[in-house]
């Protein structure tokens, strides 16, 4: 069994990010800028945030966080979006999801410029990841894909088993793992007999945030493990969706959750804000 080491994958990947940012200061005088949009007080969301502020910090990128109250209107929030989406300095916006129940989500994604939508959640960019287009995609399952070329995994012909079919997850992990010539199944909750479908499984990819949902009599031996899940215990200890000790005996390679996807996650969206960064630069120069 190998780890996937999400962790030095996303050291690795931050030190390259911070030497085109040097590159890209020094050739015109740009910085890379993410603004991100916070709503409310969930602890989860705030600590996402948090990371992902120091990340930017670490590879020279200029931030901003807009913290909003929990009570905050949408008209608020998309005046907001609308100053982002004209403000020169900034070439990502991230809207951190969930939000709250009375704030129409879907309205403000696509309320974002497609080209500054370094979460790849615009149905502009959902579509051209589905048609096999360039466009910004999902960081998390684009970490995974990182992640497998790390280790020379190849995906062409495997049968991929998804589990979890959210918008931000498992349906742009399936196209990917599609554009990638993989045979794809995605499973969900409604999903009849979970099991008979990861036995025959060569890759599972499992992201719904249940503890222990995977567990070693689902796999099949040498079977390749790609926990997207993060939960925590009662005793405050944060786990994936597989039972790792178990699964992990009988994998060919397995991701730790933490380090694993998450640390990628965030390695990606300042990989999608660069890519944003540059193509500012060019039109700026053009
Ligand atoms: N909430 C959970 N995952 C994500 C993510 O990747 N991006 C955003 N914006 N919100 C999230």
Known sequence: MQLLDGRKLSKKIELQIAEEVKGLKESCGCTPGLAVVLVGQDPAS??????????????????????????ISQESIEQTIIRMNEDSSIDGILIQLPLPEHIDTTKLLELVDPSKDVDGFHPFNVGRLVTNLDGFVPCTPLGVMELLKEYDIDVKGKN????????IVGKPMAALLLNADATV?????????????????????CGVGVI?????DMVKDDVIIVDIG?????????????DFDAVSKKS???????????????????????KAAKINAKKKNA
């Not at 991929?160 to 918008?167: I, L």
């Not at 009849?192 to 036995?199: A, E, F, M, R, V």
């Not at 991701?255 to 999608?272: D, F, K, Q, R, W």
């Open 46 to 71: 705030a600590a996402y945030v948090n990371m992902k502020k120091k990340a930017c910090d670490r590879v020279g990128f200029y931030s901003i966080t807009h913290d909003m109250p929990e009570s």
């Open 160 to 167: 991929c088993v998804v589990v979890g079919a959210s918008n």
């Open 185 to 205: 199944e995605v499973c969900h909750i409604f999903t009849d007999d979970l099991k008979k479908h990861t036995l025959n499984a060569d890759i599972v990819l």
């Open 212 to 216: 222990n949902l995977i567990t070693e």
């Open 230 to 242: 993060v939960s925590r215990t009662k005793e405050g200890k944060l786990v994936g969706d597989v």
């Open 252 to 274: 060919s390679f397995i991701t730790p959750s933490p380090g694993g996807v998450g640390p990628m996650t965030i390695a990606m969206l300042l990989s999608n804000t660069l």
